[in-house]
């Protein structure tokens, strides 16, 4: 293999291991914050109980989250020297912004929260966790205003001098169509993912039935957000498939291993065959005009297909391939879809057999509800591959090629050992975060205080 493509594998292996966390703190803080406002508000010990019980997953999650993030931004002068040096002076402002900002805002309430029970007042201490919860979801807008940036670059000019992009709109980072519906549709993601997390838990004390009464809320918290969550989402993700077919219309038509203009589209099922080297798969139970509905919103819509886009893209900025991997950007698109399909009868199910009063006796639901767990790690893992190998060979869209952002300085020798290296630390923080998690989330809730002693700080 060369450097660049060493190079890319370490970046999608760190990544995607760092993504496996994200969303379950943006998502868990949420409804932790909500546990801990029922609490609140009602003073019952359950409430208290379960929002310690989840806030120590949270603090474990949090603690590998950082650290699997922070190699994320060392491997941009590692690895992507060129791609620091060409575009860092758009890409690093929303970056700082994060870091100065977003993870101060999470990390400094992160440890008033903790340590703050028997010290700050109820509603302080309250208002500690919403600003966690809140620093988190900032933190993903910065992160996802600099990834949008790359899928549509705005807010910007060419210096004549240095033939570098200069950050000249700080504000149209913000507003930038792919970011405003791509943060929402994370955001949503999110929500499913916490929710997914604490229903699955929730599923597996249910089953044991030590403490069926501290986890029937829970439960129910987590179908409540869960089923909605779900469905915005799908709605999201169909509106962000629409503006990126209007600005990377490359990626709509690969993940349909559309190589020829249609009007009207359909969407296949699934296919046999497919991929840069078969223009011509047997698709399977083609739905008429749902993939002109998807792509643009129009029962009769036009999709162009790869190879029109291939040769405007040859005029546009010279000869080069620039269809990325279309058996990539097929399966990707629909292990998201199918998967989050799946999740929803989970959910659906779910409420159905709790307006039933027969959520906690249900043994099948329970047993379906702890594997249904992978399911919004699978979906997200697809998105993000989804979305970031639709934009190949770009690094940025139209404005620097993959392969000119790598360091010149580092050879493949040294990219192996360090893709080596990253291996072996992420497989051992997967184990020790792996054993944390299921290990609390197989103990009992803790018990609640009595009136005249302080609440004691979450241990983990």
């Avoid at 208290?48 to 999650?61: A, E, H, Q, S």
């Avoid at 909605?228 to 498939?241: H, I, K, N, R, T």
């Avoid at 546009?316 to 990539?328: E, I, L, M, R, S």
Wanted: with cysteine.
């Amino acid at each position: 293999m060369s450097q660049l493509d060493l190079a890319r594998l370490q970046f999608a292996m760190t990544s995607i291991y760092h993504f496996l966390f994200v969303p379950v703190t943006i998502g868990l803080a949420f409804l932790t914050a909500l546990l801990q406002t029922a609490w609140h508000r009602t003073d019952r010990p359950d409430y208290l109980r379960l929002t310690r019980f989840f806030g120590t997953l949270l603090v474990i999650n949090i603690a590998v989250g950082v650290v699997t993030g922070l190699v994320q931004e060392f491997q941009f002068g590692m690895d992507w020297s060129g791609y620091s040096r060409t575009v860092g002076d758009v890409f690093g402002a929303p970056l700082a912004m994060e870091g100065l900002a977003a993870f101060f805002l999470e990390s400094t309430f992160l440890g008033l929260w903790i340590f703050g029970w028997e010290k700050l007042p109820k509603r302080v201490h309250l208002a500690t966790v919403w600003a966690v919860a809140a620093g988190s979801a900032l933190s993903a807008a910065f992160i996802m205003a600099a990834n949008s940036w790359m899928q549509h670059p705005v807010g910007y000019t060419i210096d004549p001098d240095t033939g570098r992009p200069q950050l000249s709109d700080v504000w149209a980072l913000f507003t930038n169509p792919v970011f405003l519906r791509g943060y929402l549709h994370a955001l949503l993601a999110s929500l499913v993912t916490g929710a997914m997390v604490m229903l699955a838990v929730s599923a597996w004390q249910l089953r044991k039935g030590a403490d069926p009464e501290a986890f029937r809320p829970s439960a129910r918290l987590a179908l409540i957000v869960l089923t909605p969550a779900l469905l915005f989402a799908m709605l999201v993700g169909s509106e962000l498939g629409v503006t990126e077919g209007k600005y990377q219309p490359m990626k709509i038509a690969a993940a349909e291993a559309q190589w020829d203009t249609c009007q009207p589209c359909s969407f296949s099922v699934f296919q046999i065959g497919g991929g840069n080297n078969d223009e011509d798969p047997t698709k399977y139970i083609a739905i008429p005009h749902l993939l002109s509905l998807l792509a643009t919103n129009s029962w009769n819509g036009q999709v162009i297909g790869l190879n029109a886009v291939q040769s405007q893209y040859q005029q546009q900025y010279g000869p080069g391939d620039y269809v990325p991997n279309v058996f990539v950007q097929y399966w990707s698109m629909r292990v998201m879809a199918y998967l989050a399909t799946l999740a929803l009868l989970v959910g659906l199910w779910g409420l159905w057999l709790l307006r039933r009063g027969r959520l906690a006796s249900s043994r099948r639901f329970l047993r379906a509800a702890q594997w249904a767990v992978v399911l919004p790690f699978l979906m997200n893992t697809a998105g993000w591959l989804l979305t970031e190998s639709g934009r190949q060979p770009w690094i940025v869209q139209g404005v620097q090629l993959t392969r000119n952002a790598v360091s010149p300085s580092v050879d493949t020798t040294d990219v192996a050992i360090s893709l080596l290296v990253f291996f072996l630390l992420y497989a051992t923080l997967a184990v020790v975060a792996g054993t944390l998690m299921i290990r609390h989330s197989r103990t009992a809730a803790p018990a609640a205080p009595s009136e005249d002693q302080p609440v004691p700080a979450v241990t983990y």
